[in-house]
């Protein structure tokens, strides 16, 4: 079975400071791995994957993701906050075989101070 | 080129009703899977239809079926509501049924049941 753990439901940072939103995973095979955002009474949206090439993964709106194995971590960060950023972000994860089958973790309210 | 539409955007029901929720791919999809997300909750996967099969399903009750039709489009049904049924229903469309494939959502149908 897999599953996800985001720590912190709620961060907060200022604008221009570094976002870090954290991810950990459990997988019993070689994970595929997502950041969403959501933006209040919309869909998901895609910002990044990682599906075993690069580990340092560069994603869409300046995010970047590091899948980290032995820390079974894949955190998001982006160097310099934007008000825009402010959304919930969902990190998810699926097997290999079965990719349409996401499994998300709790999420992660990002608020973006002035 | 149309990106996943999903109709009704909102609707209400009462309890014992059925709903029927519609999907429409992205244009060069033939997978679709559709999640519920409650409030305040993250995403759960209800099912994936491919090749007009239903080929994998979440941890769900019968009275979630669905369908996919021959121009890859798809309808979600929900009989005998409940008030847990509440939630936002996201529809998302890939190309083959994972393999990693980047998930398309759309803006979901939200369904409120009295």
């Known amino acids: 079975a897999q599953s996800v753990t985001q720590l912190g439901s709620h961060v907060s940072v200022s604008e221009g400071a570094l976002v870090l939103l954290r991810c950990n995973y459990s997988?019993?095979?070689?994970?595929?791995l997502f950041w969403y955002v959501q933006y209040p009474n919309q869909g998901l949206q895609l910002l990044l994957k990682?599906?075993?090439?690069?580990?340092l993964v560069k994603g869409i709106n300046g995010f970047e993701a590091e899948f980290k194995k032995s820390e079974t971590s894949f955190h998001l960060t982006k160097p310099s906050a934007h008000m825009s950023d402010a959304a919930e972000y969902f990190c998810?994860?699926?097997?290999?075989?079965?990719?349409?089958?996401?499994?998300f973790g709790a999420g992660t309210i990002l608020r973006v101070k002035s | 080129d149309a990106g996943v539409t999903q109709s009704p955007t909102h609707l209400i029901k009462t309890r014992g009703q059925q709903v029927t929720l519609r999907c429409s791919p992205k244009?060069?999809?033939?997978?679709v899977s559709w999640y519920q997300q409650a409030l305040g909750q993250e995403p759960q996967f209800i099912f994936q239809?491919?090749?007009?099969?239903?080929?994998q399903r979440g941890n769900f009750p019968d009275r979630f079926s669905g369908h996919q039709f021959p121009n890859y489009s798809s309808e979600l049904n929900v009989n005998a509501l409940l008030l847990g049924d509440s939630a936002l229903y996201l529809c998302?469309?890939?190309?083959?049924?994972?393999?990693?494939?980047?998930?398309?959502f759309g803006e979901g149908s939200r369904l409120t049941v009295l």
């Open positions: 998810a994860v699926s097997d290999r075989w079965y990719g349409n089958k996401l499994v």
């Open positions: 998302a469309s890939s190309l083959g049924q994972g393999r990693g494939g980047e998930l398309f």
């Open positions: 239809y491919y090749e007009e099969e239903e080929r």
């Open positions: 990682y599906t075993s090439a690069a580990t």
């Open positions: 244009s060069g999809h033939d997978t």
């Open positions: 997988s019993s095979v070689p994970p595929y």
